[in-house]
């Protein structure tokens, strides 16, 4: 943010944030793309998911781990990834490769498979112990499949629990799914059952689109956490949470 602007505005911490974070979702960016947004946005970046296989398809990805790491921006790959692993019983293979990237985050997700609750947190346990920041993921990509709020709650404090850094709350990079109903409405009522029983702190609310961002940042101020934003959205996010739009004017201090 511009040094010296004599506005009276909500106070962002500085990076590395534990909250307030906005999770940046590339889907295919190039080495310019890069540079282009870290030079008009860097400072709101702190987070960039790699989403779903693109690290797998992509031409540039280690040039692109190291632009990132370069402008010290730490990447995760998209928990698809990890599924299809899971899938395919190469879960080590997956982990050695992720380590060989220079990767510190990995995220663990069930959105797209079914696996024993159980068995996902004793994955979130043994990465975690292997030196990992892991992010875990609850809520399934099925905009059909709804899950009683409850169950979220008990299946993020179980995530929490096993050694998860945060728990990134399903919305898919459409912001359809999950926290989502299908015509992008949030589901208001499971967010307040998530909130009242776990610190929003420990929570990232995947939440791509603007409309979806303003009830949240307005539900829990500027330092709500948020996943999946374009990288074009990442500066017009960022004046949101400093009540520079008409959208949260007012209701962020």
């Not at 220079?102 to 663990?108: A, R």
């Not at 029983?197 to 948020?226: H, M, S, T």
């Amino acid at each position: 943010m511009t040094a010296g602007a004599p506005l009276d505005l909500p106070a962002r911490t500085s990076k590395p944030r534990d909250v307030g974070i906005t999770a940046l979702m590339d889907r295919g960016m190039s080495l310019a793309d890069v540079d282009g947004l870290m030079e008009v946005a860097g400072s709101a970046v702190d987070i960039v998911k790699l989403g779903f296989g693109t690290a797998v398809a992509t031409e540039n990805l280690e040039p692109k781990l190291a632009r990132w790491r370069e402008h010290g921006v730490p990447v995760v790959l998209g928990g698809t990834l990890t599924e299809i692993a899971i899938l395919q019983g190469r879960v080590d293979r997956y982990v050695d490769w992720v380590r060989s990237l220079g990767l510190e985050l990995i995220e663990v997700s069930d959105g797209s498979i079914t696996i024993d609750h159980a068995d996902k947190c004793a994955l979130i346990a043994r990465l975690a112990d292997q030196g990992f920041t892991v992010m875990s993921e609850v809520g399934s990509k099925d905009a059909t499949e709804i899950m009683a709020p409850y169950r979220w709650v008990e299946q993020i404090q179980a995530e929490l629990a096993a050694g998860a850094w945060k728990v990134v709350c399903e919305g898919r990079e459409t912001g359809t799914a999950g926290i989502a109903r299908p015509d992008g409405e949030l589901r208001q009522g499971l967010i307040d059952e998530i909130a009242h029983a776990v610190d929003p702190g420990k929570v990232v609310f995947e939440a791509p689109r603007k409309d979806q961002q303003v009830v949240l940042i307005r539900r829990f101020g500027p330092d709500v956490n948020l996943g999946n934003v374009p990288p074009s959205e990442v500066l017009p996010l960022e004046t949101m949470r400093l009540g520079l739009r008409n959208d949260t004017m007012g209701h962020v201090r």
